[in-house]
């Protein structure tokens, strides 16, 4: 199982919106609605930010969105703030029920 | 609120078993909606989702097809907790490991605070 496609950086100044794309193919993302996002600061564990393309848990700002479109997934964060900065993961349920990660994508804020 | 609690050596030798273990509290390793993962994480190979236990009614445990030939993932239900053990590692194996809770739909909601564990001699 190939790992998902997502840039390997995006940035944007704070105010603005965002947005990390995350690809896949007809055995995982687009064959579920089971994407989910991860945002990971420097040293820690990674935290759930939507689940189920464009569910947030309990606690997670509304600022951050999920969609889904065929074989692509994406991560929208508008009003970017300093605190967004940080590696983002999508992470897919795939048809050999297994978990499939996205690369990662680095998100700078400027 | 799940609290995930990791254990294990941070020092492996090539071609032995690597070890580790998620202890839970707040959930059980037996619920019937949760399901309980091991992910590992090395600059060369980024996030990788290594396997789970769940259960439904039985025991069922999947695995990432790039370990399934050396993993093994055991729930524990006299301690509340799963373990990880990977066999014949090499210094590929390198990285800092997870345990997680969560679903495919839920996503992994919980995290242990991660364990760095090197292979080498």
């Known amino acids: 199982q190939s790992a998902l496609t997502q840039p390997a950086s995006v940035s944007g100044s704070p105010g603005q919106s965002i947005t990390i794309s995350c690809t896949g193919t007809?055995?995982?993302?687009?064959?579920?609605?089971?994407v989910s996002w991860y945002q990971q600061h420097p040293g820690k564990a990674p935290k759930l930010m939507i689940r189920?393309?464009?569910n947030r848990p309990s606690g997670v700002s509304n600022r951050f969105s999920g969609s889904k479109s065929g074989n692509t997934a994406s991560l929208t964060i508008s009003g970017l703030q300093a605190e967004d900065e940080a590696d983002y993961y999508c992470?897919?349920?795939?048809?050999?029920?297994?978990?499939?990660f996205g690369g990662g994508t680095k998100l700078t804020v400027l | 609120q799940v609290q995930l609690q990791q254990s294990g050596p941070g020092l492996v030798k090539p071609s032995q078993t690597l070890s580790l273990t998620c202890a839970i509290s707040?959930?059980?390793?037996?619920?019937?909606?949760?399901?309980w993962n091991w992910i590992r994480q090395s600059p060369s190979r980024g996030l990788e989702w290594l396997g789970r236990t769940y259960y439904r009614s039985k025991w069922f445990y999947e695995y990432a097809v790039s370990v399934k030939s050396r993993i093994t993932i055991n729930p524990d239900t006299s301690k509340n907790q799963f373990s990880l053990q990977l066999n014949s590692v090499t210094p590929e194996d390198t990285a800092v490991y997870f345990c997680?809770?969560?679903?495919?739909?839920?996503?992994?909601?919980?995290w242990g605070q991660g364990t760095l564990v090197t292979v080498s001699s």
């Open positions: 707040g959930d059980s390793v037996s619920s019937n909606s949760a399901a």
């Open positions: 189920d393309v464009s």
């Open positions: 997680s809770s969560g679903t495919a739909a839920a996503g992994m909601g919980y």
């Open positions: 007809s055995t995982d993302v687009g064959s579920y609605n089971y």
């Open positions: 992470c897919s349920y795939t048809t050999s029920s297994t978990l499939v």
